[in-house]
């Protein structure tokens, strides 16, 4: 028999049974939509995850100085701070590095004006540090480098303390504020583009200053944490370990220094979003397995209602696989139609929200194909049980059969 005519009989079938051909295959369109949806969220949370770190700063390094031994605490040594003289040497001896920034950390009381007052964070950095950080200036200028070689008494302060005090972020640009005294011009509003809700160094009450004016502060060329930022984010791990040897070996062999990036935070991210997205696919599959189940029940039960339609067949010289092959046939083709149709819903879906909105939601042609491979085998395992069946009833038995 001509799988054309094996393919023709099972239409037949399908024609003369629409309703129940129609459930049955209803249940594999909701198994593989279910499933194209499923990877469709998990790629969309991980983008997203991904995108919120990559805006602080993938390519990003940064040192910390925590301290030394016991020994050293109890002796009286004086700390052995991070200073400007590391930046330049890491600069000299590691390749690939882009940009770099010392940060010096001050703390200061501003007037709002009617007597009341407010604690800030006052950061000194260079003008290297809105690159490293990646923040996005949302009003005037950000301080170059002629501002800080001429120790200009300039400043930029956060989105949302220009808001608080000056009540929009460009009515702020050109006023003057006060740290320890003395009059500062406010050149530039700056945000983060992310939220980091106060976890890193800038909180909502930040001022940035150049690190040149803000030794006048200080007295020192001692920083707290120092930025590096590389070209490429492939070097970001090689670049970690020779700025840990390189700053290490510049100061006590006790004292203890953090060197850290965001690498490892990307890569959790990523292994948290798969792990969530295997979870969904697990439910999604216990979808599919249940329409599989529909399927063969369905499929025994067309079975018992053409018993005798299969004794004819074997009657006029039908073979046992012809008739296994009819009834394998049918299962599949019902089980990849309805995965068919719920693969062309699942993928409208994330269609629709580019289509309509700006937001762009990855699609995975992948995840469509392996929903119709999954839904195709589905309807081989689920269907072997009753064409195996069909295939071997006695002709003999089937004819008699009312």
Same mark, same amino acid.
């Given at each position: 028999?001509?799988?054309?005519?094996?393919?023709?009989?099972?239409?037949?079938?399908?024609?003369?049974?629409?309703?129940?051909?129609?459930?049955?295959?209803?249940?594999?369109?909701?198994?593989?939509?279910?499933?194209?949806?499923?990877?469709?969220?998990?790629?969309?949370?991980?983008? $997203?995850?991904?995108?919120?770190?990559?805006?602080?700063?993938?390519?990003?390094?940064?040192?910390?100085?925590?301290?030394?031994?016991?020994?050293?605490?109890?002796?009286?040594?004086?700390?052995?701070?991070?200073?400007?003289?590391?930046?330049?040497?890491?600069?000299?001896?590691?390749?690939?590095?882009?940009?770099?920034?010392?940060?010096?950390?001050?703390?200061?009381?501003?007037?709002?004006?009617?007597?009341?007052?407010?604690?800030?964070?006052?950061?000194?950095?260079?003008? @290297?540090?809105?690159?490293?950080?990646?923040?996005?200036?949302?009003?005037?200028?950000?301080?170059?480098?002629?501002?800080?070689?001429?120790?200009?008494?300039? =400043?930029?302060?956060?989105?949302?303390? @220009?808001?608080?005090?000056?009540?929009?972020?460009?009515?702020?640009?050109?006023?003057?504020?006060?740290?320890? =005294?003395?009059?500062?011009?406010?050149?530039?509003?700056?945000?983060?583009?992310?939220?980091?809700?106060?976890?890193?160094?800038?909180?909502?009450?930040?001022?940035?200053?150049?690190?040149?004016?803000?030794?006048?502060?200080?007295?020192?060329?001692?920083?707290?944490?120092?930025?590096?930022?590389?070209?490429?984010?492939?070097?970001?791990?090689? =670049?970690?370990?020779?700025?840990?040897?390189?700053?290490?070996?510049?100061?006590?062999?006790?004292?203890?220094?953090?060197?850290?990036?965001?690498?490892?935070?990307?890569?959790? @991210?990523?292994?948290?979003?798969?792990?969530?997205?295997?979870?969904?696919?697990?439910?999604?599959?216990?979808?599919?397995?249940?329409?599989?189940?529909?399927?063969?029940?369905?499929?025994?039960?067309?079975?018992?209602?053409?018993?005798?339609?299969?004794?004819?067949?074997?009657?006029?010289?039908?073979?046992?696989?012809?008739?296994?092959?009819?009834?394998?046939?049918?299962?599949?083709?019902?089980?990849?139609?309805?995965?068919?149709?719920?693969?062309?819903?699942?993928?409208?879906?994330?269609?629709?929200?580019?289509?309509?909105?700006? $937001?762009?939601?990855?699609?995975?042609?992948?995840?469509?194909?392996? @929903?119709?491979?999954? =839904?195709?085998?589905?309807?081989?395992?689920?269907?072997?049980?009753?064409?195996?069946?069909?295939?071997?009833?006695?002709?003999?038995?089937?004819?008699?059969?009312?």
């Amino acid at each position: 028999m001509l799988f054309s005519e094996i393919v023709s009989i099972a239409i037949d079938s399908f024609l003369t049974s629409k309703v129940r051909f129609v459930l049955t295959a209803l249940g594999m369109v909701i198994g593989t939509a279910s499933l194209i949806v499923v990877v469709t969220i998990g790629l969309t949370g991980k983008q $997203y995850v991904m995108g919120q770190i990559q805006a602080i700063g993938s390519n990003l390094i940064y040192v910390d100085y925590e301290g030394g031994s016991n020994v050293v605490a109890h002796t009286g040594v004086s700390n052995d701070l991070l200073t400007s003289d590391d930046i330049r040497a890491v600069q000299q001896q590691v390749p690939g590095i882009q940009a770099a920034s010392p940060m010096v950390e001050l703390h200061d009381r501003i007037s709002l004006g009617g007597g009341k007052e407010r604690d800030v964070r006052v950061l000194g950095v260079d003008p @290297a540090y809105a690159t490293v950080r990646n923040l996005e200036v949302v009003a005037g200028r950000f301080f170059d480098s002629e501002d800080s070689m001429s120790r200009t008494k300039v =400043a930029e302060i956060t989105e949302a303390l @220009a808001k608080k005090i000056y009540g929009s972020r460009d009515a702020a640009v050109g006023k003057n504020i006060k740290i320890s =005294a003395l009059p500062f011009v406010i050149i530039g509003v700056f945000r983060e583009r992310v939220e980091t809700f106060g976890m890193s160094e800038i909180a909502d009450d930040t001022i940035l200053i150049p690190y040149s004016v803000s030794r006048n502060f200080t007295g020192n060329n001692n920083v707290k944490q120092i930025f590096f930022s590389v070209a490429d984010a492939g070097d970001v791990p090689v =670049a970690t370990n020779m700025i840990q040897k390189i700053v290490q070996s510049r100061h006590r062999p006790e004292s203890v220094y953090h060197v850290q990036n965001l690498t490892q935070l990307l890569s959790v @991210a990523g292994k948290t979003a798969n792990a969530l997205t295997l979870v969904l696919l697990a439910i999604a599959l216990v979808t599919l397995v249940v329409s599989g189940v529909g399927i063969m029940n369905i499929m025994l039960s067309n079975v018992r209602a053409r018993i005798r339609e299969i004794g004819i067949r074997k009657a006029i010289g039908a073979t046992n696989r012809e008739i296994k092959l009819q009834f394998l046939t049918e299962a599949v083709l019902i089980s990849l139609s309805g995965g068919l149709a719920g693969t062309i819903i699942g993928l409208a879906l994330p269609f629709s929200v580019r289509f309509f909105t700006e $937001y762009r939601i990855p699609i995975s042609g992948l995840s469509a194909i392996i @929903a119709i491979f999954v =839904a195709s085998l589905v309807g081989v395992i689920f269907g072997t049980v009753p064409a195996t069946r069909a295939a071997q009833l006695d002709p003999v038995e089937a004819l008699h059969y009312e």
